[in-house]
């Protein structure tokens, strides 16, 4: 009977291959992107780097890292993401926490409040008077606050809530726990691979953001990195125009790999998260075979 | 298990509130900025007078703030001034304006475009300076009267244009070891079929060689004020875009001509920019055209004595052709209608089209750009060129004109002898459409993609695809049907009722 099981069958060997060849697909735009940022830039406008990186050069990073303007905003990129992740997600699930009940008053009334916001908003300039008249301009929590609350999050996080038995919940009361208790020691462990995914989400989302960085701040050590990323590819892209030469020898970076080396740069450290949160996600699915 | 997850929560929550309070300690500490500013207020004289200018700038400003470095500091000391610069990069400037401007937080002085002189005006963001101009004394002499007519609305001055030293940016190159090779003498090409026959030369005479390449958005540079279509005409009382003209087509057969003797770059619709550089730089290519200071082939390791400049063939009666260049006012400078001291944002600007302000865009500051050792001006080891935009944006605009022998100097010291004889053969050759450069925005053709049906058109036409004589028509009926009617019926309003006033 084992053998039967571990019998591979032409289908088996077909999925491996496909597979495969899709993490290849996955894969190769990151690598193809990191050979081409430490090869040489006229082996690459010839066209010849495909596989292997040709005449490797590490110093385009050390030119990027050179930066003040990259650590200044590398530093506040990993603390909106951090303090942002961590207060948008605790808030977002207590907001859905309470929302997923039915008892709670007022809980249609909103619940169509933040469904509103999801369909309708503002818009860019009246967002900028009520951030302004908030005194929030150059300040970092402007990056953080206005988006604390996520409708679209809140939402499937209620949704998620929701799904969870109320049994659960009564037996844990009969035990004596009050509501806190029963979302940090009952709702939130359950809820592990939903919370990951949302948190995925709103680290990513604060890991990219580019244009609350550029509209709410003015001063430079406070701009994001994607801010001071998009500034270093438009110079690269402006000194094919008429802007004057503003690079000395030294710093004169070839505009193709400089843009390759600066796009790596900036995925891997959020890249370096996904592993972090996988496991959150395995766990979720093994939570619902035992169940099943 | 369960405990240890509260655990970390309960942590992960106290490092965050933890790290907040350091941030927001730390924010205070930066937006101590101003508030040391405040402080320092208190010790600064009173008349400090404070100036908000919002610019576009990618360059690298040598881990300097913006706002915090010392050529800041020697602006503001030189006009007693406390000047805060809004920076974005030229991609989310607009945005970022707009944002300023709709909540009311004009700056004092602001950079844009031609487009948008009249929605400035008439929504009162611009201040009319009619009453300040008198006081820009140096820019009254240096900017030429076109660039101040294209800055008026409805009769009044709402701009100052930014004409750069460099007007006619534009200029034609030809490799210079394939003519002295031939032994051609580019001063003795004239006229169209003389740049054809030495076309043919170069493809002829060097192996794998690309007579012409181009750039995707500049094929229809080289040559086409020779076959007088680049300028806007009015033909059968109409006022006709260049490319609808019939100069235009012959124009377009010259080009199929060059493509399918291959003595065009047969990748250049299709190839990135650095493939294009790179071609150049190979030493295979005869003939492109650029800027004259060929800044992007001379960072990748070019030189600019490989190549020389050559003038624009003669048009079919005998008259010079030129390098059309859009306008010689790049952008335009809006002082903002809420600002309290524009006779001091027109003193700082006034000052960039002055010697001493031509010397600060162009070499910097003494004692950290440069040097004077008897008499003359010796740019500092790694400071040639350096930080020009910069500087630029620090003082508000670029000097419209460079005149003083000394400023030359350094300009010749950063560019070398053939970028001079490049800058100076650029304008020379180079001029523009009167009629282009006043051309109004008319917002109600926006819907339209005339640029998308004329390319479309220009480039199937070099490559072969279509048949030029026998597509002509139809290519021009189809473009007045899809919106070309409506832009040709206002431009021409426009021309009668406002240009010819």
């Not at chain 2, 005479?205 to 020779?226: C, G, K």
Request: net charge negative; glycine share 6%; proline share 4%.
């Amino acid at each position: 009977m084992d053998l039967q099981i571990n019998k591979k069958t032409s289908f088996d060997y077909f999925n491996i291959l496909f597979l495969f060849m899709y993490g290849i697909i996955c894969i190769f735009p990151f690598y193809y992107v990191f050979i081409v940022s430490i090869s040489d830039f006229s082996q690459v406008t010839n066209n010849i780097v495909f596989i292997w990186p040709k005449g490797v050069n590490l110093g385009i990073y050390k030119n990027i890292m050179r930066y003040k303007g990259f650590t200044d905003g590398l530093k506040v990129s990993v603390f909106r993401t951090v303090v942002g992740t961590a207060l948008g997600l605790s808030l977002q699930t207590m907001l859905a926490y309470a929302l997923s009940k039915k008892c709670l008053p007022g809980r249609r009334f909103m619940v169509l409040y933040i469904i509103f916001t999801l369909i309708f908003n503002g818009g860019m300039i009246p967002t900028y008077i009520v951030i302004r008249n908030l005194g929030l301009v150059d300040k970092i929590w402007v990056l953080i606050i206005p988006g604390l609350i996520s409708s679209w999050n809140v939402i499937l996080l209620m949704s998620f809530f929701s799904s969870i038995p109320v049994e659960i919940e009564e037996s844990a009361r009969i035990d004596g726990a009050n509501d806190i208790l029963i979302l940090i020691k009952l709702i939130l462990p359950l809820s592990l691979p939903s919370l990951a995914t949302i948190g995925l989400f709103i680290a990513v989302g604060h890991w990219n953001a580019l244009m609350d960085g550029v509209i709410y701040i003015n001063r430079e050590e406070l701009k994001p990195l994607q801010a001071f990323l998009v500034n270093l590819v438009s110079s690269q892209n402006s000194s094919m125009g008429m802007n004057h030469i503003s690079f000395s020898e030294e710093q004169r970076l070839p505009p193709y790999t400089t843009r390759c080396a600066i796009i790596f740069a900036s995925t891997v450290p959020i890249l370096v998260v996904y592993p972090f949160v996988q496991k959150y996600f395995i766990k979720g699915l093994m939570i619902g075979a035992i169940k099943g | 298990m369960k405990r240890k997850i509260s655990l970390i929560i309960v942590c992960v929550l106290v490092f965050t509130f933890i790290l907040s309070a350091c941030t927001v300690a730390g924010t205070k500490s930066g937006t101590t900025s101003s508030d040391t500013d405040t402080t320092l207020q208190d010790t600064k004289p009173a008349e400090k007078i404070k100036i908000t200018t919002a610019q576009f700038l990618e360059q690298s400003t040598e881990d300097y703030s913006i706002n915090e470095n010392p050529y800041v500091d020697f602006v503001e000391e030189k006009f007693n001034i406390d000047l805060t610069i809004i920076r974005t990069s030229s991609g989310q400037y607009g945005e970022k304006l707009n944002a300023l401007l709709a909540a009311g937080d004009i700056p004092d002085l602001f950079i844009s475009n031609k487009t948008f002189i009249a929605k400035y005006a008439e929504d009162g963001i611009a201040m009319n300076i009619d009453s300040l101009k008198p006081l820009a004394v140096n820019l009254n002499k240096n900017v030429n009267e076109e660039a101040w007519q294209a800055a008026m609305y409805n009769g009044k001055l709402y701009a100052i244009p930014n004409q750069r030293y460099d007007p006619f940016p534009y200029l034609s190159f030809v490799n210079k070891n394939f003519v002295e090779t031939l032994n051609i003498d580019v001063n003795n090409i004239k006229t169209i079929d003389d740049y054809y026959d030495m076309f043919v030369k170069f493809r002829d005479n060097f192996e794998n060689s690309i007579p012409v390449t181009a750039f995707i958005n500049w094929p229809l540079m080289p040559l086409i004020d020779a076959f007088d279509a680049f300028s806007y005409k009015v033909i059968d009382g109409e006022l006709l875009p260049n490319y609808l003209q019939p100069q235009y087509k012959e124009w377009l057969k010259f080009m199929q001509k060059m493509y399918k003797e291959k003595l065009i770059d047969q990748e250049f619709i299709t190839q990135q920019s650095e493939q294009t550089w790179s071609k150049i730089n190979s030493g295979k290519v005869g003939f492109y055209s650029w800027f004259w200071h060929q800044d992007v082939m001379v960072n990748q390791g070019g030189s600019r004595d490989d190549w020389l400049p050559i003038k624009p063939a003669l048009k079919a009666d005998g008259i010079e052709s030129k390098l059309i260049y859009h306008s010689p006012a790049r952008q335009f400078f809006f002082i903002g209608s809420k600002s309290k001291n524009p006779e001091k944002v027109i003193e700082m600007l006034d000052w960039a089209a002055s010697e001493e302000g031509q010397l600060f865009i162009q070499a910097g500051l003494e004692g950290w750009d440069y040097d004077v050792k008897n008499g003359e001006i010796v740019m500092r080891e790694g400071r040639k060129g350096q930080n020009m935009s910069w500087r630029f944006v620090t003082i508000g605009m670029d000097p419209p004109k460079l005149t003083s022998e000394k400023v030359l100097g350094v300009f010749a010291e950063i560019y070398g002898e053939s970028g001079v004889r490049n800058y100076q053969a650029a304008y020379e050759f180079g001029g523009y459409d009167p009629i282009l450069l006043n051309i109004p925005s008319f917002p109600d053709l926006d819907k339209y993609d005339f640029n998308k049906m004329r390319t479309e058109f220009d480039f199937n036409a070099i490559i072969g695809n279509i048949g030029i004589d026998a597509q002509w028509d139809s290519h021009i009926t189809t473009f007045r049907k899809n919106g070309g009617d409506l832009l040709i019926d206002s431009l021409t309003k426009w021309y009668n009722n406002d240009y010819k006033k």
